[in-house]
Protein backbone atom coordinates (compact mmCIF):
# COMPACT_ATOMS: atom_id res chain seq x y z
CA UNK A 1 0.00 0.00 0.00
CA UNK A 2 1.49 3.32 -1.30
CA UNK A 3 0.34 6.79 1.26
CA UNK A 4 1.48 10.42 0.43
CA UNK A 5 1.97 12.32 3.29
CA UNK A 6 2.67 15.48 3.90
CA UNK A 7 4.58 17.55 6.75
CA UNK A 8 3.36 21.49 7.76
CA UNK A 9 7.06 23.10 8.64
CA UNK A 10 5.67 25.92 10.39
CA UNK A 11 6.54 28.91 12.06
CA UNK A 12 4.18 30.63 14.59
CA UNK A 13 3.73 34.31 15.88
CA UNK A 14 2.46 35.23 19.46
CA UNK A 15 -1.26 35.48 18.07
CA UNK A 16 -2.84 31.67 18.70
CA UNK A 17 -5.58 32.88 16.10
CA UNK A 18 -3.05 33.99 13.33
CA UNK A 19 -1.49 30.55 13.92
CA UNK A 20 -4.74 28.13 13.88
CA UNK A 21 -5.67 30.16 10.64
CA UNK A 22 -1.96 29.18 9.52
CA UNK A 23 -2.28 25.81 10.01
CA UNK A 24 -5.48 25.34 8.29
CA UNK A 25 -4.91 26.38 4.87
CA UNK A 26 -1.36 24.45 5.21
CA UNK A 27 -3.57 21.65 5.93
CA UNK A 28 -5.40 22.32 2.32
CA UNK A 29 -2.21 23.27 0.45
CA UNK A 30 -0.71 19.63 1.69
CA UNK A 31 -4.35 17.98 0.97
CA UNK A 32 -4.34 20.11 -3.06
CA UNK A 33 -0.63 18.85 -3.48
CA UNK A 34 -2.03 14.62 -2.90
CA UNK A 35 -1.72 14.51 0.70
CA UNK A 36 -3.35 11.27 1.99
CA UNK A 37 -2.32 12.47 5.61
CA UNK A 38 -1.51 15.19 7.24
CA UNK A 39 0.73 16.22 10.46
CA UNK A 40 1.91 20.07 12.32
CA UNK A 41 4.01 20.46 14.50
CA UNK A 42 4.10 20.10 18.40
CA UNK A 43 2.32 22.69 20.41
CA UNK A 44 1.43 24.90 17.26
CA UNK A 45 -1.11 27.37 18.53
CA UNK A 46 1.36 29.60 20.38
CA UNK A 47 5.11 30.46 20.41
CA UNK A 48 7.00 27.48 22.32
CA UNK A 49 6.48 29.03 25.67
CA UNK A 50 8.54 26.46 27.90
CA UNK A 51 11.27 27.84 27.14
CA UNK A 52 10.72 30.60 30.24
CA UNK A 53 10.37 29.21 33.78
CA UNK A 54 6.52 29.57 35.43
CA UNK A 55 3.79 31.15 33.97
CA UNK A 56 0.64 30.05 32.52
CA UNK A 57 0.58 29.07 28.97
CA UNK A 58 -0.53 31.51 26.53
CA UNK A 59 -3.60 28.86 24.91
CA UNK A 60 -5.03 26.19 26.44
CA UNK A 61 -7.47 23.15 24.80
CA UNK A 62 -10.45 21.68 26.92
CA UNK A 63 -10.93 18.81 24.72
CA UNK A 64 -13.03 19.11 22.82
CA UNK A 65 -13.30 22.70 22.40
CA UNK A 66 -13.18 25.20 19.33
CA UNK A 67 -9.56 24.20 18.07
CA UNK A 68 -10.61 20.65 18.42
CA UNK A 69 -14.10 21.28 16.23
CA UNK A 70 -12.03 23.61 13.75
CA UNK A 71 -9.49 20.85 13.06
CA UNK A 72 -11.73 18.42 12.97
CA UNK A 73 -13.88 20.47 9.95
CA UNK A 74 -10.08 20.44 8.09
CA UNK A 75 -9.69 16.57 8.13
CA UNK A 76 -12.88 16.13 6.86
CA UNK A 77 -12.82 18.89 4.05
CA UNK A 78 -9.68 18.22 2.86
CA UNK A 79 -10.38 14.21 3.23
CA UNK A 80 -7.20 13.62 4.95
CA UNK A 81 -5.66 11.92 7.97
CA UNK A 82 -5.17 14.64 9.95
CA UNK A 83 -2.49 14.45 13.38
CA UNK A 84 -2.74 17.76 14.56
CA UNK A 85 0.56 18.10 15.89
CA UNK A 86 -0.13 18.90 19.63
CA UNK A 87 -2.14 21.36 21.77
CA UNK A 88 -2.05 22.57 25.29
CA UNK A 89 -4.29 20.56 26.76
CA UNK A 90 -6.31 21.60 30.15
CA UNK A 91 -8.12 18.64 31.95
CA UNK A 92 -9.38 19.40 35.42
CA UNK A 93 -6.14 21.48 37.02
CA UNK A 94 -3.81 19.87 35.15
CA UNK A 95 -2.37 20.75 31.49
CA UNK A 96 -1.00 17.95 29.10
CA UNK A 97 0.71 18.34 26.15
CA UNK A 98 -1.79 16.50 23.82
CA UNK A 99 -1.92 15.02 20.02
CA UNK A 100 -4.91 15.13 18.23
CA UNK A 101 -5.62 12.45 15.72
CA UNK A 102 -8.37 12.50 12.96
CA UNK A 103 -9.62 10.30 10.55
CA UNK A 104 -10.34 11.79 6.91
CA UNK A 105 -14.16 12.02 7.59
CA UNK A 106 -13.22 14.25 10.20
CA UNK A 107 -13.69 11.77 13.38
CA UNK A 108 -11.95 12.24 16.08
CA UNK A 109 -10.07 9.08 17.04
CA UNK A 110 -8.35 9.80 20.36
CA UNK A 111 -5.86 11.55 21.22
CA UNK A 112 -1.73 10.95 22.74
CA UNK A 113 -0.63 13.05 25.63
CA UNK A 114 3.22 13.59 25.77
CA UNK A 115 4.57 10.15 28.03
CA UNK A 116 8.57 12.06 28.50
CA UNK A 117 8.93 15.67 29.24
CA UNK A 118 12.18 17.32 28.88
CA UNK A 119 14.01 19.41 31.61
CA UNK A 120 16.20 21.41 30.08
CA UNK A 121 17.57 25.23 29.80
CA UNK A 122 14.95 26.32 27.53
CA UNK A 123 12.91 23.72 27.82
CA UNK A 124 10.97 24.04 30.90
CA UNK A 125 8.38 21.46 29.88
CA UNK A 126 8.32 19.91 33.38
CA UNK A 127 6.79 23.16 34.49
CA UNK A 128 3.66 23.35 32.65
CA UNK A 129 2.82 20.11 32.13
CA UNK A 130 2.35 16.24 33.83
CA UNK A 131 3.23 13.54 31.97
CA UNK A 132 0.97 11.25 29.82
CA UNK A 133 -1.44 9.38 31.50
CA UNK A 134 -3.37 7.47 28.71
CA UNK A 135 -0.53 5.37 27.74
CA UNK A 136 0.66 4.76 24.30
CA UNK A 137 -1.38 4.95 21.39
CA UNK A 138 -2.15 3.35 17.79
CA UNK A 139 -4.86 4.48 15.83
CA UNK A 140 -6.67 2.72 13.15
CA UNK A 141 -7.21 5.21 10.33
CA UNK A 142 -8.13 4.76 6.54
CA UNK A 143 -4.31 4.77 5.59
CA UNK A 144 -3.48 2.07 7.72
CA UNK A 145 -2.53 1.61 11.34
CA UNK A 146 -0.34 4.70 12.73
CA UNK A 147 1.59 5.23 16.02
CA UNK A 148 1.64 9.66 17.12
CA UNK A 149 4.74 10.05 20.04
CA UNK A 150 5.83 13.78 20.48
CA UNK A 151 8.98 15.31 20.22
CA UNK A 152 11.15 14.23 23.57
CA UNK A 153 9.67 10.91 22.87
CA UNK A 154 11.50 10.45 19.91
CA UNK A 155 14.79 9.93 22.01
CA UNK A 156 13.62 6.53 23.58
CA UNK A 157 13.50 3.63 21.67
CA UNK A 158 11.15 1.77 24.21
CA UNK A 159 8.54 4.19 22.49
CA UNK A 160 9.15 3.31 18.61
CA UNK A 161 9.10 -0.59 19.72
CA UNK A 162 5.90 -0.59 21.52
CA UNK A 163 4.32 1.24 18.72
CA UNK A 164 5.32 -0.98 16.53
CA UNK A 165 4.24 -4.38 18.53
CA UNK A 166 0.70 -2.47 18.74
CA UNK A 167 0.40 -2.48 14.97
CA UNK A 168 1.93 0.79 14.06
CA UNK A 169 3.05 1.17 10.25
CA UNK A 170 3.70 4.36 10.35
CA UNK A 171 4.96 6.97 13.18
CA UNK A 172 4.53 10.54 13.72
CA UNK A 173 6.59 12.29 16.05
CA UNK A 174 5.08 15.93 16.18
CA UNK A 175 8.44 18.03 17.19
CA UNK A 176 9.40 21.69 18.50
CA UNK A 177 13.44 20.94 18.31
CA UNK A 178 16.14 23.28 17.87
CA UNK A 179 19.49 24.90 19.10
CA UNK A 180 19.77 27.58 21.92
CA UNK A 181 21.97 30.22 21.64
CA UNK A 182 25.05 30.12 24.57
CA UNK A 183 24.83 26.59 25.14
CA UNK A 184 27.89 25.05 23.25
CA UNK A 185 27.04 21.46 21.04
CA UNK A 186 30.26 19.88 22.99
CA UNK A 187 29.13 16.51 22.37
CA UNK A 188 28.92 16.90 18.21
CA UNK A 189 25.76 18.18 16.17
CA UNK A 190 22.11 18.04 18.16
CA UNK A 191 20.41 18.08 14.76
CA UNK A 192 22.66 14.92 13.26
CA UNK A 193 22.10 12.92 16.61
CA UNK A 194 18.06 13.86 16.50
CA UNK A 195 17.93 12.29 12.78
CA UNK A 196 20.17 9.50 13.58
CA UNK A 197 18.44 8.40 16.54
CA UNK A 198 14.66 8.40 14.90
CA UNK A 199 16.34 6.48 11.59
CA UNK A 200 17.78 3.68 14.15
CA UNK A 201 14.04 3.37 15.54
CA UNK A 202 12.72 3.07 11.99
CA UNK A 203 15.07 0.50 11.28
CA UNK A 204 15.37 -1.35 13.93
CA UNK A 205 11.25 -1.73 14.43
CA UNK A 206 10.89 -1.78 10.82
CA UNK A 207 8.70 0.92 10.69
CA UNK A 208 7.96 3.97 8.62
CA UNK A 209 9.15 7.53 10.55
CA UNK A 210 7.95 11.22 9.70
CA UNK A 211 8.67 13.86 11.97
CA UNK A 212 7.44 17.29 11.52
CA UNK A 213 9.49 19.97 13.62
CA UNK A 214 8.64 23.92 13.80
CA UNK A 215 10.86 26.19 11.93
CA UNK A 216 12.24 30.02 13.11
CA UNK A 217 13.85 31.50 15.59
CA UNK A 218 12.26 32.05 18.88
CA UNK A 219 13.50 33.73 22.11
CA UNK A 220 17.07 31.85 22.57
CA UNK A 221 15.99 28.99 20.15
CA UNK A 222 16.47 28.45 16.43
CA UNK A 223 14.56 26.13 15.69
CA UNK A 224 15.84 23.83 12.51
CA UNK A 225 12.91 22.54 10.75
CA UNK A 226 14.41 19.98 8.98
CA UNK A 227 11.58 17.95 8.91
CA UNK A 228 11.13 14.71 7.36
CA UNK A 229 10.18 11.17 6.45
CA UNK A 230 12.01 7.47 6.00
CA UNK A 231 11.51 4.51 5.40
CA UNK A 232 11.60 1.03 7.11
CA UNK A 233 14.88 0.92 6.75
CA UNK A 234 16.12 4.17 7.18
CA UNK A 235 16.66 5.97 3.91
CA UNK A 236 15.41 9.49 4.00
CA UNK A 237 12.79 9.74 1.61
CA UNK A 238 12.42 13.90 1.86
CA UNK A 239 13.69 16.95 3.87
CA UNK A 240 13.06 20.18 4.72
CA UNK A 241 15.30 22.85 5.69
CA UNK A 242 14.99 25.66 8.16
CA UNK A 243 12.09 27.78 7.17
CA UNK A 244 8.46 27.37 6.29
CA UNK A 245 7.12 24.89 3.84
CA UNK A 246 5.32 21.64 2.79
CA UNK A 247 6.72 18.75 2.19
CA UNK A 248 4.88 15.73 0.59
CA UNK A 249 6.18 12.30 0.35
CA UNK A 250 4.91 9.19 -0.90
CA UNK A 251 5.49 5.88 1.33
CA UNK A 252 5.56 2.31 0.14
CA UNK A 253 3.84 0.41 3.61
CA UNK A 254 5.20 -3.06 1.67
CA UNK A 255 8.65 -2.00 1.97
CA UNK A 256 7.54 -2.48 6.40
CA UNK A 257 6.54 -6.32 5.53
CA UNK A 258 9.77 -6.91 3.40
CA UNK A 259 12.20 -5.61 5.77
CA UNK A 260 10.21 -7.20 9.04
CA UNK A 261 10.48 -10.53 6.90
CA UNK A 262 13.36 -10.54 5.77
CA UNK A 263 15.56 -9.56 8.51
CA UNK A 264 13.57 -10.91 11.50
CA UNK A 265 13.75 -7.81 14.06
CA UNK A 266 10.59 -8.51 15.49
CA UNK A 267 9.54 -12.48 15.77
CA UNK A 268 13.60 -13.18 16.93
CA UNK A 269 13.03 -10.89 19.89
CA UNK A 270 13.70 -12.84 23.43
CA UNK A 271 11.21 -10.38 25.59
CA UNK A 272 11.99 -12.83 28.45
CA UNK A 273 15.54 -11.34 28.46
CA UNK A 274 14.61 -7.95 28.69
CA UNK A 275 13.58 -7.78 32.09
CA UNK A 276 16.23 -4.87 32.94
CA UNK A 277 14.61 -2.58 31.16
CA UNK A 278 11.86 -2.19 33.19
CA UNK A 279 13.68 -1.89 36.56
CA UNK A 280 13.75 1.24 38.56
Request: with cysteine; proline share 4%.
Amino acid sequence: MKVTVGLVQMTMSEIPSENLKKALSMIGEAADKGADAVCLPELFMTHYFPQELGGNPPHWEEIPGEVTRSLSEAARRNNVVLVAGSLCEKAGTRFYNTSLVFDSDGRLLGKYRKMHLPNDECFYEKSYFSPGNLGYKVFQTGIGNIGVSICYDQWFPEVARINTLMGAEIIFYPSAIGTVEGIAQEEGSWRDAWITVQRGHAISNATTIVTVNRAGKEGRINFWGSSFVCDAFGKILVMGGEGEEILIAEVDLEINRRIRSGWGFLENRRPNTYRRIVKK
